[in-house]
């Protein structure tokens, strides 16, 4: 199983970008995809995670900012991210856990820079 990231940039706060994560390789139908981000000199953050029925969940920090959503068909889970802010700014995660091994997949990180 291999995830792909794309999507990051710079932008200015109060702007927005997309992230796109795509998923290839055999994984159970029912799982779990996640965006997770690292700023620099801190730990990886949880972000948002979406179940396989599209029900999703997001941290304190980007609730009412970001959208997060999938396409089961096309093995794509996005990120939209609304009125950036500059503590937003780090590498982007994607991540997939496979709910019937308990496998879990990351991708190889996309970068976000909001500057002020």
């Known amino acids: 199983v291999q995830l792909q990231a794309s999507g990051g940039g710079l932008v200015q706060a109060g702007g927005s970008l997309r992230l796109s994560c795509t998923i290839s390789?055999?994984?159970?139908?029912?799982?779990?995809m996640a965006w997770y981000r690292q700023a620099p000199g801190k730990q990886r953050e949880f972000v948002s995670l979406i179940l396989s029925d599209g029900t999703p969940t997001y941290g304190n920090s980007v609730k009412g900012r970001f959208t997060i959503s999938r396409d089961n068909a096309k093995r794509t889970m996005d990120l939209q991210m609304n009125s950036l802010k500059p503590e937003d700014t780090g590498v982007y995660y994607c991540?997939?856990?496979?709910?019937?091994?308990?496998?879990?997949?990351w991708g190889q990180g996309t970068q976000v820079t909001v500057s002020s």
């Open positions: 991540e997939a856990q496979d709910l019937k091994t308990m496998t879990h997949y």
């Open positions: 390789g055999n994984i159970f139908s029912s799982n779990v």
